[in-house]
């Protein structure tokens, strides 16, 4: 069983959000988990009809505010594997401030961020990924705001588990889905989507043969990668960093002073966050693909029920207190 529903799905044909569904159907299964205990939580957008399609709990709820819903879910249901939805309007214009805290929280939930850089349900104006200049409905003469890197943001906010991959590399996208699954906390995993109708191949320069090993930095922990240096084409480490793999125009070799080995389990999130602000300038010909961050830390979840069980084991005369302590009334609780 793949976890499909029998809802029709209502995207434009040639959408990458299918691409991602069917990872996902498929994907689902491997976790063994019984239907009623999976919920995805979506907000407003296009990819927000995700929850429609998949034959598990879900919610298509309020703009912005999946990640607020699926925090209260996950801490009151521990037995929940919670997944939230989103796209790059939804996340991180108007549900901002909802990821961010959740991203620092690390509360148990995953997140996927469709990010196909333009507004889709409303038909096209420009998101807070879209990149400076571009012209939409809405920014006619082109766009004057500058554009949220998602990573760098999540990183910025210290989650947990921060990862970016791309709708049309199946296997990429399963094994990151499979690691941010495992992941005890907020994974936060970015999708590179094309949106075919509204920005249609923002995202060729890495999908195309002839292209992607210029435009792909690949993020794997324990292996090197290479922040560009004195060559102008990209280049990359063979394992070990002692011999030097040229990809690109370069023509030179590359120093290994260049060279770093990709350490994702890093605490100090800093490393992670420079290797995010490898995109180049032009913000669409290069990026860096994988997993950035992947630490343990301690989840607001299991605290705040650490702190709830706590409170029922205490002596029946604390108990009052303490209750009225957790939930900040001066009324008298009872435990039952
Ligand atoms: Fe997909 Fe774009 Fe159509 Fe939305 S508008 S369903 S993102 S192709």
Same mark, same amino acid.
């Given at each position: ?5 029998d809802?029709?799905?209502r ?10 569904l ?14 009623e205990n999976?919920?995805f939580?979506s ?6 009809r995700?929850?429609y399609?998949?034959d598990?709990y ?6 912005g505010r999946?990640?607020?819903?699926a925090?209260?879910?996950a ?9 939230v939805?989103?796209?790059d309007?939804?996340?991180?214009s ?5 990821l961010?805290?959740?991203l620092r929280?690390n ?7 469709f ?9 096209g104006?420009y998101s807070?990924?879209s990149?400076?200049?571009?012209i939409?409905?809405?920014?006619p ?6 554009p949220?890197n998602p990573?760098?943001?999540?990183? +910025?906010?210290?989650?947990? @588990?921060?990862?970016?991959t791309i709708d049309s590399? =199946?296997k990429?996208?399963?094994s #990151?889905?499979? $690691?941010?699954?495992?992941h005890?906390?907020?994974s936060?995993?970015?999708?590179y989507?094309?949106c075919p109708?509204?920005n249609?191949?923002?995202f ?7 292209t ?7 993020l794997?922990? +324990?292996?090197?990668i290479? @922040?560009?240096g004195g060559?102008?084409?990209?280049? =990359?480490?063979?394992?070990?960093? #002692?011999?030097? $793999? ?6 030179g ?5 260049q ?6 389990h890093?605490q100090?999130?800093t ?5 995010s602000?490898?995109t180049d ?20 979840d299991?605290?705040?029920?650490g702190q #709830?069980?706590s $409170?029922?084991k ?9 209750l009225?302590a957790l939930?900040?009334?001066?009324d ?5």
């Amino acid at each position: 069983k793949d976890f499909s529903s029998d809802q029709e799905v209502r995207w434009c044909p040639g959408c990458g959000d299918y691409a991602v569904l069917k990872a996902v159907q498929g994907f689902l299964p491997d976790l063994g988990l019984r239907r009623e205990n999976i919920v995805f939580v979506s907000g407003i957008g296009c990819s927000s009809r995700f929850p429609y399609y998949l034959d598990t709990y879900g919610m298509h709820s309020i703009h912005g505010r999946a990640p607020s819903i699926a925090t209260g879910l996950a801490t009151s249901r521990e037995d929940l594997s919670v997944w939230v939805v989103t796209g790059d309007g939804d996340a991180l214009s108007i549900g901002g401030n909802h990821l961010i805290h959740a991203l620092r929280r690390n509360v148990n939930m995953t997140i996927l961020l469709f990010n196909n850089r333009i507004y889709g349900l409303t038909k096209g104006q420009y998101s807070p990924t879209s990149e400076a200049g571009k012209i939409t409905k809405s920014t006619p003469m082109g766009s004057v705001d500058h554009p949220f890197n998602p990573v760098s943001l999540a990183l +910025g906010a210290e989650a947990s @588990f921060v990862a970016r991959t791309i709708d049309s590399d =199946r296997k990429h996208l399963t094994s #990151v889905l499979a $690691a941010a699954a495992a992941h005890r906390g907020t994974s936060l995993v970015e999708i590179y989507q094309n949106c075919p109708i509204f920005n249609d191949g923002a995202f060729d320069a890495i999908k195309d043969r002839d292209t992607k090993e210029h435009a792909i930095i690949p993020l794997e922990h +324990g292996q090197p990668i290479v @922040f560009g240096g004195g060559t102008k084409g990209l280049v =990359r480490a063979a394992h070990g960093g #002692v011999e030097v $793999a040229e990809i690109g125009d370069a023509d030179g070799q590359v120093s290994l002073e260049q060279v770093i080995v990709h350490d994702a389990h890093q605490q100090d999130p800093t490393l992670a966050f420079a290797i995010s602000r490898l995109t180049d300038a032009g913000y669409l010909n290069r990026s860096p693909i994988g997993i950035f961050r992947q630490v343990e830390r301690p989840t607001y979840d299991d605290q705040a029920r650490g702190q #709830v069980d706590s $409170a029922r084991k205490a002596a029946p005369g604390e108990q009052s207190d303490r209750l009225a302590a957790l939930i900040g009334g001066g009324d008298t609780w009872t435990v039952v």
